[in-house]
């Protein structure tokens, strides 16, 4: 063989996975022999019409799976059929993945990721050496606030950059938020199954949190309303979109009946949007309805980057925001120059909405995964959420399911981090964390062999 070219599926996932595994499986049927020489890199690029990247990405992902050894100055050169290839697959790709984070999944597009750092790399003609020798004013500048006003107009119309707050990340915001409206006998109204920050909020500040109930459909009106009258909260705080962790998303008459019920008890409400942004259909958020009682938070940890620490919080009033500026002027200070700057570069230039096009694609191609394999097993998940939940049958307990995955490689969240009253059997999945679409398979084929089978068979005791 005088050179060799892989056969490769487009569109079924990461090209340089395919590259890769067409490399393997090349190696495993003969066709490639111990000590060949592949072609060079940029001259395979050529070959494929790809870019160069790509090609770098497989050769190294073929060289961490054992397949192929690089010389200096030489090529790059096969190692051989693997021992044992397919074992070697299954160890390879058995879980190691840490699905109790939440995280958007790293898509692959060369082209746009390229995009990105350039935009990086230009802060430094735009905001030079004032980003790092400089304080900032709190709340953000005005570009700042102007860029996260364009952000969520979508989600909020007619949003003027005078009413946007730029806060180091939504845990801060909540925490602000909280600080300033409840006092030491206040008590907030949850979903049962709430954001795990805002019971460490609560546990810290010593406030009382009162779970209201669910379903399918995210907080029933009805228990909303029995909460106010028996234990008169000050603050409902809500994920009314993709609720974390039930993908949960309120239907319009329920977010009006639920506003409804706050005017008539004089209830505000805290509406975490992590994941507004994410849906393609979305539903008006509740400050977008009830903008006079609501403080709406939008971070860009969910649909953009968790490494910003970045969020937008548009409170109800300018007293309001005002006030607001203040607390966090005496908590947390600025957000970031940088990362404040990064963001709004992103967001002026177009480039954070392709970066969510990419997350919300990558997203919809892992969940058709975990749909296929544990759709029929009970998993909750909803369109362009990469978080789903997973009730478990009868017979496992949340503790016995997340030990037996962890066993395996597998990190998962028990109910017991989001339940505001008694925890259920049930765990949530992250679809963020996993390397690859192969990783991912391989342990979502893990979770649903596990799900299945009986707990007592699961382990020996001897």
């Known amino acids: 063989m005088s050179e060799w070219v892989p056969n490769v599926v487009r569109g079924s996932g990461p090209l340089y996975l395919a590259i890769a595994d067409a490399l393997e499986a090349d190696i495993a049927s003969g066709v490639l022999r111990d000590g060949f020489r592949l072609p060079a890199q940029r ?26 050894e690089g010389k200096v100055g030489q090529g790059t050169y096969v190692k051989g059929k693997p021992q044992d290839s397919v074992g070697a697959s299954k160890s390879r790709t058995s879980g190691i993945v840490d699905m109790a984070m939440n995280l958007p999944p790293r898509f692959n597009d ?21 980003l790092i020798l400089r304080y900032q004013e709190v709340g953000g500048t005005i570009e700042d606030r ?30 602000a938020i909280t600080t300033l409206l409840l006092s030491q006998d206040s008590v907030i109204a949850v979903e049962r199954f709430t954001y795990p920050g805002l019971k460490a909020i609560a546990t810290h500040m010593n406030r009382q949190l009162a779970p209201v109930e669910m379903d399918d459909f995210g907080i029933i009106p009805d228990s909303f309303a029995e909460v106010c009258r028996r234990q008169a909260p000050t603050l409902l705080y809500c994920t009314p979109t993709l609720q974390n962790p039930t993908t949960a998303t309120l239907p319009l008459d329920r977010r009006q009946a639920i506003i409804e019920i706050a005017r008539e008890h004089d209830v505000l409400i805290l509406e975490d949007d992590a994941y507004g942004k994410l849906s ?30 970045i969020a937008y919080v548009v409170p109800p009033s300018p007293r309001a925001t005002s006030r607001l500026i203040s607390t966090i002027r005496a908590m947390t200070s600025i957000a970031s120059p940088i990362g404040a700057a990064i963001a709004t570069s992103w967001i002026t230039q177009g480039l954070a909405n392709e970066a969510l096009r990419a997350i919300r694609a990558e997203t ?16 909750r998940s909803a369109m362009n959420a990469f978080h ?49 679409h192969a990783q991912f398979h391989a342990s979502i084929k893990a979770i649903a062999e596990i799900v299945s089978e009986s707990p007592e068979l699961t382990s020996l005791v001897v």
């Open 43 to 68: 001259a395979l690029a050529g070959i494929l019409k790809i870019d160069f990247t790509t090609v770098s990405r497989a050769y190294s992902e073929a060289q961490r799976r054992g397949l192929v």
């Open 110 to 130: 060369q082209t746009l990721e390229s995009k990105m750092w350039a935009a990086v790399a230009g802060l430094e003609n735009s905001g030079g050496m004032g």
């Open 146 to 175: 102007d860029a996260g006003a364009g952000w969520l107009s979508d989600r909020l119309p007619d949003l003027t950059a005078d009413r946007v707050i730029l806060v180091p990340g939504a845990q801060a915001a909540l925490l």
């Open 280 to 309: 393609n259909d979305p539903l008006p958020p509740i400050a977008a309805l009830a903008p006079d009682i609501t403080f709406h938070v939008a971070g860009l940890s969910k649909c953009l980057s968790p490494a910003l620490r």
């Open 364 to 379: 919809e191609l892992r969940r058709s995964i975990a749909e296929e394999l544990l759709a029929p097993l009970g998993l």
């Open 388 to 436: 789903s939940w997973l009730p478990l049958p009868h017979g496992w307990t949340r503790g016995e399911f997340s030990t037996r995955l962890r066993n395996v490689g597998i990190g998962v969240v028990t109910s017991d981090a989001f339940a505001a009253s008694t925890p259920i059997e049930a765990v949530r999945l992250g679809f963020g964390p996993s390397a690859d």
